[in-house]
Nanobody, 117 residues
Framework: QVQLVESGGDSVQPGGSLTLSCTASGFTFSNFYMSWYRQAPGKEREFVATISSGGRITDYASSVKGRFTISRDNAKNTGALQMNSLQPEDTAVYYC??????????WGNGTQVTVSS
């Protein structure tokens, strides 16, 4: 069955770094773009970053540009989000999304990132 599983969430101090991973199974990952979203308590889910199916094209939310890096390894059916210079406002549940076309999207269940001193 189709699965997207996030991992790597943790509690870190401000200024710290984390790398989130997203492992895909049950579909042809290399045909799908991949994105990361996050949802903080009491807020709507928001876009963080996206990468094209082949990995050449990336885009970021302005709030994370220059601090976060999205990547993928299609041979391993995995994606990643490297997060540096983390701040308390980055605290959220982070979700992986894979999509193709306009109507086919898959979501993971999320991984918690907490940034606190």
């Amino acid at each position: 069955q189709v699965q997207l599983v996030e991992s790597g969430g943790d509690s870190v101090q401000p200024g710290g770094s984390l790398t989130l991973s997203c492992t895909a199974s049950g579909f042809t990952f290399s045909n799908f773009y991949m994105s990361w979203y996050r949802q903080a308590p009491g807020k709507e889910r928001e876009f963080v970053a996206t990468i094209s199916s082949g990995g050449r094209i990336t885009d970021y939310a302005s709030s994370v540009k220059g601090r976060f890096t999205i990547s993928r390894d299609n041979a391993k059916n995995t994606g990643a989000l490297q997060m540096n210079s983390l701040q308390p406002e980055d605290t959220a549940v982070y979700y992986c999304k894979a999509g193709v076309g306009l109507s086919t999207t898959y979501w993971g269940n999320g991984t918690q990132v907490t940034v606190s001193s």
